[in-house]
Every structure is written in structure tokens, then in C-alpha cells.
T-cell receptor, first 115, second 112 residues
Framework: NAGVTQTPKFQVLKTGQSMTLQCAQD?????MSWYRQDPGMGLRLIHY???????DQGEVPNGYNVSRSTTEDFPLRLLSAAPSQTSVYFC??????????????FGPGTRLLVL | GENVEQHPSTLSVQEGDSAVIKCTYS??????FPWYKQELGKRPQLIID?????GEKKDQRIAVTLNKTAKHFSLHITETQPEDSAVYFC???????????FGTGTRLKVLA
């Protein structure tokens, strides 16, 4: 299994540009989420999904859209990039076992620089 | 809203000493508390977790304690080694959700 994969690894955007960060997992996990990591601020939840067709907002959803058309994929779209969105983005997945929460597995991250 | 506070932000210990990192959560209904280790340039990886029906859990040199009354949980690393140097994150997950709220991280340095 490849686990959780993310593309691209690194991206430079100009202010106002749009792009999609890709995330895929091959573990048949129901739960997927997107975080951004900024120095001194830990990991902040952007959006999450508990299954195909179901998404919800996290702590910092503004400026980002998500969709979940399949179990495997959970892309994150930046609608109009701003310098404040410069960050490292992590995708994560997990699956409840008999209704119990289990550990999240993180992807390798995407480093985004918005100029 | 839900919040997790983590202290200290940096911690330096001598090799062989113990390290303790503390977290406080705001949502009393939280029922799952994982700890992650993140090495420089790498992804966070789970090192230990605890559920709300347990007060303590150990895995070799690592232990986690949970005080539900005080809404505190702590990570204890004994006999620290240079390879323990990393950033450690705590998290709490409120009951009824699959959201994970993270603390701001602790940079642990183990001095040889």
C-alpha cells in the first residue's frame, strides 16, 4: 500500500491564482482531512470528510473548497491564492473501527508559497 | 469552540533524563487523545494514544496520562535519547465527531 499520497510536493503561486492540491489514500479509509501547518501554530483543520459525498468545515475553511466524490480522493482547492495561504498542507486519513476512533495517517505534505 | 493548549513550546533535556509535555483541552466531551512526533521536514506520526476510559497507557519509554476531571493529558518520555529530538503534538477529538484539534507543538531537544 502507498498509504496517503499528496501532489505536488512543492508549488509556487502568484496572488489570485487558483490550484488544486491532490490527496489520495489506498487504505479504504472513510475519514479524510486537510490541515495547514504554520510555525508556532501547530496543525489547523481546514476541511474534513467522513465519507464520499460528505464534507464539513474545520477551524480555518475560508479560501478553500473540498469535494469527496470517491473514497480514495480528497482534493483541496484554493480559489484565489493569497500570501496568507503560504503554508505546509497535510492530508490525513483514518477509519473508525467498530465506531472507535483510530489514528490518522498523514501524507508527506505539500509546501505552498504564494507570492 | 474546541481548543487544546500545549506546554512548553520548547524543552531541552540531557540525554537519559525524562521529558514531560502537558496539554489541556476545552471540550469535556473529548474522548480520544493521540500524540504525534514530527521530525524535521517529515510528516507527523502517531507515537501513542489514549481513550477517555483509560487513565494511563505505556509503550516502552513512552507513557501518556489522562485526568478527565482537570481536562489534562500528558506525555512522558523516560531515558531520552538524541533520536527523541523532534516536535511533539497532542490532539483531542470531541465525542460524536471525527475532528482532531491539535496543540501548537513542543520542540524537544535531547542534548548528548
Amino acid at each position: 500500500n502507498a498509504g496517503v499520497t499528496q501532489t505536488p510536493k512543492f508549488q509556487v503561486l502568484k496572488t489570485g491564482q487558483s490550484m488544486t492540491l491532490q490527496c489520495a489514500q489506498d487504505m479504504n479509509h472513510e475519514y479524510m482531512s486537510w490541515y495547514r501547518q504554520d510555525p508556532g501554530m501547530g496543525l489547523r483543520l481546514i476541511h474534513y470528510s467522513v465519507g464520499a459525498g460528505i464534507t464539513d468545515q474545520g477551524e480555518v475553511p475560508n479560501g478553500y473548497n473540498v469535494s469527496r466524490s470517491t473514497t480514495e480522493d480528497f482534493p483541496l482547492r484554493l480559489l484565489s491564492a493569497a500570501p496568507s495561504q503560504t503554508s505546509v498542507y497535510f492530508c490525513a486519513s483514518s477509519t473508525p473501527t467498530s465506531g472507535r476512533k483510530e489514528t490518522q495517517y498523514f501524507g508527506p505534505g505539500t509546501r505552498l508559497l504564494v507570492l | 469552540g474546541e481548543n487544546v493548549e500545549q506546554h512548553p513550546s520548547t524543552l531541552s533535556v540531557q540525554e537519559g533524563d525524562s521529558a514531560v509535555i502537558k496539554c489541556t483541552y476545552s471540550d469535556s466531551a473529548s474522548n480520544y487523545f493521540p500524540w504525534y512526533k514530527q521530525e524535521l521536514g517529515k510528516r507527523p506520526q502517531l507515537i501513542i494514544d489514549i481513550r477517555s476510559n483509560v487513565g494511563e497507557k505505556k509503550d516502552q519509554r513512552i507513557a501518556v496520562t489522562l485526568n478527565k476531571t482537570a481536562k489534562h493529558f500528558s506525555l512522558h518520555i523516560t531515558e531520552t535519547q538524541p533520536e527523541d529530538s523532534a516536535v511533539y503534538f497532542c490532539a483531542a477529538s470531541p465525542a460524536g465527531t471525527y475532528k482532531y484539534i491539535f496543540g501548537t507543538g513542543t520542540r524537544l531537544k535531547v542534548l548528548a
